[in-house]
């Protein structure tokens, strides 16, 4: 492995080296945000798509040195040859793009759209393994989707070691079959680890069009994931409960220090009997609010996650591009826009809408957990279970937000390191 911190071939390893060096570090408990801060600063960037093809391609080839120092234009040869070689065409659609244009923009590009990973898959020739982990660890989206016949498809033929030439007549038949009238029942409603294991049972081709026929009229329903709405939906219920109680504890301080300085001014009106200085006392611990999980809303959440994050004249968050930790956390803020077309189903939710609202509720657990490693054992745990059940992948460290999220949650005060390290991030 080479020095540079980039320059080696195992991200995840790179990765953990980069973790441990700033949470084992002495100062860090004295200094928890500013390490954190650096080590996302320094040493832990958001790895490129492009990387991520280079790399595969680097081990495939057998090649011994250093990913990076390979040119480019070794990596496009070995793509055109692998495609010329599968019989691959250079996009699902009819295009006049240039396979050596597109292989340049795929390994320099910082993300790609996910059809992209599906074509290198046949490419490639590519296994079913291959194609869910540039899915999961180089675009953090779900793997194989068995909801998307045309995924399904995909997934049949890269299990089976078929050609993108079988891929074409099998796409072929099912759009045949999807216009005669089908009597079987929509699986879109299903959750998606039962309807993965329905795809994973598909042994031919016959129960692979019976499996495709399932979904064949249901253009119109969604298919996002049910685990992950069912979820997310009981993650954000918990944390609209933690907030309740954390404006309940605000609501608490508030009216304790207005209502001594309210029971002060009546004692010293002589003027007022003791009758009535209990009558307005006991009025008066009448407007003591108190919230419940329902009157807790998105702009509550936000505040409360979001509170290190400056707002504009207006109340709303300033831009995400003002903070200096914008690369590494691009899409990540929750903010109570995004989390509103979560709720109307406007946006898909992701791996990281379920990894901060599981954060958000851990850092809430101080109680329950005081004991730091305990606490980010219980949190891994539970964010994996989530994460398999959606078919998102476990935690990955590789990613700059999910090693800040676990570094966050082994410090004496999660959520207060979280919001330290994105106020430092809207200083610099």
């Known amino acids: ?232 939906n009981q993650l954000y219920n918990e944390a609209r409960i933690c907030v309740a109680g954390i404006m309940n504890n605000l609501e608490e301080e508030r009216f304790n220090a207005e209502f001594s300085e309210y029971r002060d001014s009546l004692l010293r009106d002589g003027r007022i009997s003791d009758e009535e200085r209990v009558r307005r006392l006991n009025k008066k611990r009448e407007e003591k609010r108190h919230y419940s999980a329902k009157d807790v809303s998105e702009a509550d959440l936000e505040r409360i996650i979001c509170s290190a994050i400056p707002a504009g004249s207006h109340g709303n968050l300033i831009p995400a591009s003002a903070s200096s930790l914008n690369q590494a956390f691009f899409g990540k803020r929750f903010s109570r826009k995004h989390i509103n077309d979560l709720l109307l189903e406007k946006a898909e939710i992701d791996r990281f809408d379920l990894i901060t609202l599981n954060f958000f509720i851990f850092s809430q657990k101080l109680d329950d957990y005081p004991n730091n490693l305990k606490r980010y054992d219980a949190f891994v745990n539970s964010t994996n279970k989530i994460l398999a059940d959606c078919s998102l992948g476990e935690l990955y460290v590789a990613n700059p937000y999910e090693s800040f999220v676990l570094m966050c949650m082994l410090s004496d005060d999660p959520l207060g390191t979280y919001a330290d390290v994105l106020e430092l991030s809207y200083q610099q």
């Open 1 to 232: 492995m080479a020095n540079d911190k980039f320059g080696g071939t195992d991200f995840t390893e790179i990765a953990w080296e980069s973790f441990y060096d700033s949470v084992d570090d002495p100062d860090f408990r004295d200094d928890d945000a500013g390490r954190i801060f650096e080590t996302l600063s320094e040493n832990l960037k958001a790895i490129p798509f492009g990387d991520y093809l280079k790399r595969y391609i680097h081990r495939i080839a057998g090649m011994t040195d250093n990913y990076q120092d390979v040119p480019i234009s070794e990596y496009q040869q070995i793509i055109k040859d692998s495609f010329e070689e599968n019989c691959t065409p250079v996009s699902f659609e009819p295009t006049t793009a240039r396979l050596s244009a597109l292989s340049k923009n795929w390994l320099t590009q910082q993300t790609v759209r996910r059809n992209v990973v599906f074509l290198l898959g046949f490419g490639l020739r590519m296994s079913v393994d291959d194609v869910n982990d540039f899915l999961g660890k180089a675009l953090h989206e779900q793997a194989i989707n068995p909801k998307d016949p045309f995924e399904v498809v995909c997934w049949y033929c890269y299990k089976n070691g078929l050609s993108y030439s079988d891929y074409k007549a099998l796409w072929e038949k099912y759009n045949n079959q999807k216009e005669q009238p089908s009597v079987q029942q929509s699986v879109l409603s299903d959750r998606t680890s039962v309807i993965r294991t329905g795809m994973k049972s598909i042994r031919n081709e016959n129960d692979l069009m019976n499996h495709l026929a399932k979904l064949t009229g249901s253009d119109g329903r969604s298919r996002m994931s049910v685990s992950a709405k069912l979820h997310f």
